[in-house]
T-cell receptor, first 115, second 117 residues
Framework: EAGVAQSPRYKIIEKRQSVAFWCNPISGHATLYWYQQILGQGPKLLIQFQNNGVVDDSQLPKDRFSAERLKGVDSTLKIQPAKLEDSAVYLC?????????????FGPGTRLTVL | AQSVAQPEDQVNVAEGNPLTVKCTYSVSGNPYLFWYVQYPNRGLQFLLKYITGDNLVKGSYGFEAEFNKSQTSFHLKKPSALVSDSALYFCAVRDSLFMDSNYQLIWGAGTKLIIKP
């Protein structure tokens, strides 16, 4: 079974530039998550999709971050414009359904450095 | 409100010795508890979970965890540590009540496990 795919793996940009990350979840997984992980901390949920609908985006900085999941499969997370504090690893995860007991499967992450 | 605490930033264990990584939690209802491991420059990998039933849960790579409701703990254990177990370990909890504000998986800050040869 193929895992969660993410690209790019690494990205370096200057502040005020824009950047986009792509995620392809495990086939058949209805739920998709984007997390931000700052070095030395646990993951912070940015947005959660159930199919192509948003379940939770309460911690997404909507003035600069946006995400979409067209057709309920792949997803894109965008930052525009980037700030220095956005430097982090962006993790995509998926799970079968929106059930509290379901574990999440993670991609390798995208390490973003904002200069 | 839900919360998870991993009281140790780092745990050092000699190879072959038993290891324990601690986790305590707070939820309104019954907890769903998870352990994940993160190797350097890699994403998080699911290790094991407690949903209901037997308090001792077995997972990947020889790890197990014990759910203790009275102490609100879910400590991760392994009888004999390997150098390859060195990684960052995260505990996470979700409230089974599943109300809107409680839906998120709440993550601990992580514990760095170092196994010395």
């Amino acid at each position: 079974e193929a895992g969660v795919a993410q690209s790019p793996r690494y990205k370096i940009i200057e502040k005020r530039q824009s950047v986009a990350f792509w995620c392809n979840p495990i086939s058949g997984h209805a739920t998709l998550y984007w997390y931000q992980q700052i070095l030395g901390q646990g993951p912070k949920l940015l947005i959660q999709f159930q199919n192509n609908g948003v379940v939770d985006d309460s911690q997404l900085p909507k003035d600069r971050f946006s995400a979409e999941r067209l057709k309920g499969v792949d997803s894109t997370l965008k930052i525009q414009p980037a700030k220095l504090e956005d430097s982090a690893v962006y993790l995509c995860a998926s799970s079968l359904e929106v059930l509290a007991s379901n574990e999440q499967f993670f991609g390798p992450g995208t390490r973003l450095t904002v200069l | 409100a839900q919360s998870v605490a991993q009281p140790e930033d780092q745990v050092n264990v000699a190879e072959g010795n038993p290891l324990t990584v601690k986790c305590t939690y707070s939820v309104s209802g019954n907890p769903y508890l998870f352990w994940y491991v993160q190797y350097p420059n890699r994403g998080l990998q699911f290790l094991l979970k407690y949903i209901t039933g037997d308090n001792l849960v077995k997972g990947s790579y020889g790890f197990e965890a014990e759910f203790n409701k009275s102490q609100t703990s879910f400590h991760l254990k392994k009888p004999s540590a390997l150098v390859s177990d060195s990684a960052l370990y995260f505990c996470a909890v979700r409230d089974s009540l599943f109300m809107d504000s409680n839906y998120q998986l709440i993550w601990g800050a992580g514990t760095k496990l170092i196994i010395k040869p």
